[in-house]
């Protein structure tokens, strides 16, 4: 699945997205970014994590904005607007717990 995101990011001006695995509750998306492709602003409504695999995203809130290189992860804050930009064409899972 990786390697297919990344070979459609090659050709991609929009955010590249693969389900992983989706059971009980859990997800697990792989989302591609090339180079400052924006998955726009939203909320997470569970608990979610990011786990940067390729390159670098830029992690931008209302107030602040933080880069995650490969393999940093971050705790997704619920209820909290934000948006993601590739620094440079970046691959990234995104774990989602549904699960109250």
Known sequence: MITEVAENLKISDQPVIK????ENGTKIMAI?????????????????????????????TETESRRYACYESYDI???VKHSVVA??????LLFLN???
């Open 77 to 79: 804050p619920i209820n």
């Open 19 to 22: 389900k992983i695995h989706d």
């Open 32 to 60: 591609g970014l090339a180079r400052g492709v924006e998955l726009e602003e939203h909320v997470a409504l569970c608990k979610a994590k990011i786990l940067v695999v390729q390159g670098e995203i830029d992690f931008n």
């Open 98 to 100: 549904e699960n109250k």
């Open 87 to 92: 620094w440079n064409d970046a691959i990234f």
